[in-house]
């Protein structure tokens, strides 16, 4: 793998782990399904070649992401079992989540009401965790949710790579000035490279609350496009989207305002918002059909979905796609220029 993030390490031994085959690879990082030897046990082996570990950035980036990850003990976050250094090559080694993820489900277009706030409430109680530990996960989206039914009675769903995870943080870019992260749920001020704190997160988990109802992100088009819409622009109500009550669409609003102080006090109270703007709906086991059609919505007091995640074309693997939930995400497109002016936060952290 040295000297090219994307060589393959299938059937070779990495010091107690042998590694198994490609699970999906990030724009610094290759993630592989491996087995620890001692212990018999799988594990997502994320791995990172020897000529980015020689960049100290990049090095105090997986440092920073190995320890803050580690720190969290919670339910819906990824387990990290080790980290370290071998043969050159930065490794952290991770649950294998046996399910998919969020941007396979919602692929194919909206999803049940009920579903989404089953998921989407978890991923708010682990964010709000981590917020009180003055963290903040800065790249909250639908393909670092990774959600599997095979470990409880319903859908269990894990927040993942914390690559990005600061203490204290600015809207973290490169030092040459790219910013890092995903430009499609990015807040505002994370994009000016503002100061940070836990409503950047809320922001951009609304966007995601946003995408599950209505089968796509609030904004869409070129990267100039989308930021202009985070930074200026306001979404399309959902309500004109789906037949879903126009409560939702004020729910978004205030999780997505442009100032961080005009949004909810944590995430989980978001998502409460959003169940009590449903009403009914909040129940209901079938996505929401056009406009006009919430009346015949099924609402029902079912059992909470056990079915495996699906795509448009079947089962959806966690680590698919060009930026696997696992996966190390890379610089993004370049933002607007760092502003002035940083918003109040949610306190200082600890």
Request: charged share 20%.
């Amino acid at each position: 793998m040295t000297g090219d993030e994307s060589g393959d390490l299938t059937g070779r031994r990495l010091g107690n782990y042998r590694i198994d085959g490609v699970l999906g690879k990030g724009g610094m990082s290759v993630t592989y399904k491996a087995t620890d030897v001692r212990l018999g046990r799988k594990v997502a082996l994320k791995v990172i070649g020897d000529h980015l570990g020689a960049d100290a950035e990049f090095r105090e980036r997986f440092v920073d992401e190995a320890r803050n990850t580690s720190a969290i003990d919670h339910a819906n976050v990824v387990p990290l079992y080790d980290f370290g250094e071998l043969e050159g090559m930065l490794y952290i080694a991770m649950r294998m989540v046996d399910g998919g993820d969020l941007a396979g489900l919602i692929s194919g277009g909206p999803i049940a009401p009920a579903r989404a706030l089953n998921m989407l409430d978890q991923v708010a109680d682990a964010l709000d965790t981590l917020h009180n530990r003055g963290l903040v996960h800065l790249d909250v989206k639908p393909a670092n949710v990774l959600v599997t039914s095979k470990e409880t009675s319903r859908e269990h769903v894990y927040v993942a790579d914390f690559g990005l995870t600061r203490r204290g943080a600015t809207g973290h870019r490169t030092r040459g000035g790219d910013f890092l992260g995903s430009p499609t749920y990015a807040a505002p001020e994370h994009l000016r490279g503002e100061p940070l704190d836990g409503r950047t997160d809320q922001y951009a988990l609304t966007c995601v609350l946003y995408a599950c109802l209505t089968g796509s992100p609030p904004f869409k088009g070129d990267v100039q496009t989308v930021i202009k819409g985070h930074l200026n622009g306001e979404p399309p109500a959902i309500s004109r989207i789906v037949g879903l009550p126009a409560g939702i669409d004020e729910v978004v609003r205030k999780g997505m305002a442009k100032n961080p102080a005009e949004r909810y006090p944590n995430c989980v109270e978001m998502i409460a918002a959003a169940r009590r703007a449903l009403g009914p709906l909040a129940t209901s086991n079938e996505p929401p059909g056009a406009p006009g059609q919430a009346a015949a919505a099924t609402v029902q007091q079912a059992p909470r979905q056990n079915t495996p995640p699906q795509g448009e074309g079947g089962p959806v693997h966690p680590y698919g796609g060009q930026q696997p939930g696992y996966g190390q995400q890379g610089p993004g497109p370049q933002g607007p220029p760092p502003q002035q002016g940083p918003p109040p936060g949610y306190g200082p952290p600890p």
